[in-house]
């Protein structure tokens, strides 16, 4: 529950839950990448950072593993922070399910054979689409006042890249070649993933600055 500008303290727990599950995934991503021979940020997916052909796929399922932890708990925790009137449980009811398919993402690698490989492709969309539609409901979610002036816009731009770049995505267009912007399937991936990873972050450390309150607590009588 919120009291205008002011937040509960939990919020507080869940922003830091947002920041390091994110930041933890790009360190992680950064690492593995330096340790896989001849890997393309433009030509190879994120997800092959996890796969066989990766020296350090374990690490890497395990930091996907903790980004969806992070950002279930998160989603739970920043509730009272958004105005209940707006998209606020749609949106984070989508997080939160972006954050189980993240968490199935490192479970089931694109290697592994359940559905022959094809779980790997329904987690993955799930923990896509669902961070897409819940920043873009979040956006409705939040208040009018200062504090959220350039919060509002940010949040909104970060779910529609996001929406936007899975339709590209799953339509093959990676970009025009002929224009020297073809991200390449690797590239488009991570035009999915870098908006949500950067809402996160700079929403996390917003909602980290928002002045508190904690509920008052009746004063029992010693007499």
């Given at each position: ?30 690492v ?11 030509q ?10 990766s ?39 989508f ?10 993402v ?81 590239g ?30 009746p ?5």
């Amino acid at each position: 529950m919120s009291q205008g500008t002011y937040v509960h303290r939990t919020v507080r727990l869940g922003a830091a839950f947002l920041i390091f599950g994110a930041v933890e995934f790009i360190v992680g991503m950064i690492v593995v990448q330096s340790q896989y021979p001849g890997y393309s940020l433009s030509q190879n997916y994120i997800s092959d950072l996890g796969g066989a052909h990766s020296p350090w796929a374990l690490g890497f399922d395990a930091s996907v593993i903790i980004l969806g932890l992070c950002a279930i708990v998160g989603a739970l925790q920043i509730w009272g922070a958004f105005d209940p009137s707006g998209g606020r449980a749609l949106g984070l009811g989508f997080l939160l399910i972006a954050g189980i398919g993240a968490v199935g993402v490192g479970v089931f690698p694109e290697t592994t054979p359940v559905l022959s490989g094809g779980m790997h492709t329904i987690v993955s969309f799930i923990a896509f689409l669902g961070a897409g539609i819940g920043l873009t409901s979040l956006s409705f979610a939040t208040a009018r006042g200062p504090p959220w002036r350039v919060f509002r816009p940010l949040t909104l731009a970060c779910g529609l890249v996001t929406l936007a770049a899975i339709v590209l995505f799953s339509l093959g267009q990676f970009g025009a070649s002929a224009y020297y912007l073809d991200l390449g399937p690797g590239g488009m991936e991570r035009l999915v993933v870098a908006p949500v990873l950067l809402w996160a972050i700079v929403e996390g450390v917003h909602l980290a600055g928002l002045p508190r309150y904690a509920p008052s607590v009746p004063v029992r009588s010693t007499a």
